[in-house]
């Protein structure tokens, strides 16, 4: 169909061109036969053209195939460096979720023994100084000097009304 349609441009083509002129010429089946064959020659060469086009577009599709793959490669590469990453800020947050719970542990251990020292050092200056009082008085008293002494008070208190009075603020008359 196509070899008719462009035989028929081919003719009229050429019957504008030579009427127009004004000058008749004959057509000849050795004439048309000739331009058949131009005709399926270029027609040859159109269609190599064609298939060497065709050809360049598959290159062309292979190439963006293969960039595309690179691109997938890239992609695969970019999510496997993401999860390192994530996994990385995972094990470095429970790395400090343990060092804050091991500082934790240890201010509270250090507080604790703070308190318990504190506390002991109180206890023990307490218990001394009563343990202190206790061996005082008891040395005081084993001399009897005491006992003498406020015995000697309350004989002056007897001439001195102002040591009468203190002597019996602190009840000791």
């Not at 030579?18 to 064959?37: A, F, P, R, V």
């Not at 507080?111 to 506390?119: A, K, N, P, R």
């Amino acid at each position: 169909m196509k070899k008719f349609l462009s035989f028929l441009v081919f003719l009229i083509g050429f019957w504008t061109f030579s009427y127009g002129e004004g000058s008749y010429i004959k057509i000849t089946n050795e004439m048309i036969y000739q331009k058949l064959i131009e005709i399926e020659k270029r027609q040859v060469i159109f269609e190599e053209r064609f298939k060497q086009i065709d050809r360049r577009f598959e290159q062309i599709d292979k190439r963006f195939e293969q960039i595309d793959k690179r691109f997938e490669d890239i992609n695969k590469r970019f999510e496997q460096i993401n999860k390192r990453i994530d996994d990385l800020r995972e094990d470095m947050n429970k790395r400090f979720e343990q060092m804050f719970t091991f500082l934790w542990i240890i201010t509270g251990i250090f507080t604790t023994l703070t308190l318990g020292v504190i506390g002991f050092a109180f206890w023990d200056r307490r218990t001394i100084i009563k343990k202190a009082k206790e061996e005082a008085i008891e040395e005081i008293e084993k001399e009897g000097r005491l006992k003498d002494l406020i015995e000697a008070l309350r004989e002056l208190a007897k001439k001195d009304p102002e040591l009468a009075k203190i002597l019996k603020n602190y009840n000791l008359m």
